[in-house]
Structure formats: structure tokens, C-alpha cells
């Protein structure tokens, strides 16, 4: 069975960081590209940022490029989203997912993701 973990969320003010990671169990992940997506009260979950299954590759939502930067760690099959500069129109549930297809490039839409985290809140006070 396929999991996805997430942790590192949290409160923190404008400005701030934070450092989120998800954890991948039952599939090895660097087969595989992976990407973030987040959600708001209210709103529709939203493309923030993937990366190809080979770490070459990134896409990131223009609300958050320069300010956000995914990586991936193929020996602790975790992936993980720096946030800098954090705004309040960040705060919302993050997720991470894992595209279905193996050896694809950073995937900007949910549909060809097969395996999705819980997800992390996190909240940007201003």
C-alpha cells in the first residue's frame, strides 16, 4: 500500500519560513515525479509546484515561483517544499502526490496523480 506522509506545517508570519516533506512508503519514488498542490477554505486545490522523476525538471505556480523551491531526496524517497517569503494567501492545506506514470516530467494538473498525501496545514499570519 502506497503512502504519502506529510509534516512540517504550521503557523508562522508573513515573511517566514517553513520547510515541508513528504514521506513515501510502498512505492520507491524515484521512478516516479511528484508534485505539491494546495487548497484554501473555500477554493479549488491549486498546482503549486512538481518536479520530474529525475530531480531535472521543475514547475511552479507563478504565485509561488521564487519564493518556493521543491526538491527531492531519491535516498530517503521524501520529497520536500522550501517556503520562503510566506504570505498570508499561502496559508492552506498542503498536499503532495505521486504521478502514476513512471519517468514522467514535473505534472502541473491532479488528474495523473495516483496517490495523494493528507496533507499539512499551513497558516501565514499577517
Known amino acids: 500500500q502506497v503512502q504519502l506522509v506529510e509534516s512540517g506545517g504550521g503557523l508562522v508570519q508573513a515573511g517566514g519560513s517553513l520547510r515541508l516533506s513528504c514521506a513515501a512508503s510502498?512505492?520507491?519514488?524515484?521512478?516516479?515525479?511528484m508534485g505539491w498542490f494546495r487548497q484554501a477554505p473555500g477554493k479549488e486545490r491549486e498546482f503549486v509546484t512538481a518536479i520530474s522523476w529525475g530531480g531535472v525538471t521543475t514547475r511552479y505556480a507563478d504565485s509561488v515561483k521564487g519564493r518556493f523551491t521543491i526538491s527531492r531526496d531519491n535516498a530517503k524517497n521524501t520529497v520536500y517544499l522550501q517556503m520562503n517569503s510566506l504570505k498570508p494567501e499561502d496559508t492552506a492545506v498542503y498536499y503532495c502526490?505521486?504521478?502514476?506514470?513512471?519517468?514522467?516530467?514535473?505534472?502541473?494538473?491532479?488528474?495523473?496523480?495516483?496517490?495523494w498525501g493528507q496533507g499539512t496545514q499551513v497558516t501565514v499570519s499577517s
Open positions: 502526490a505521486s504521478v502514476a506514470q513512471r519517468f514522467s516530467g514535473p505534472v502541473v494538473t491532479p488528474g495523473p496523480y495516483d496517490y
Open positions: 510502498g512505492r520507491t519514488i524515484s521512478s516516479y515525479a
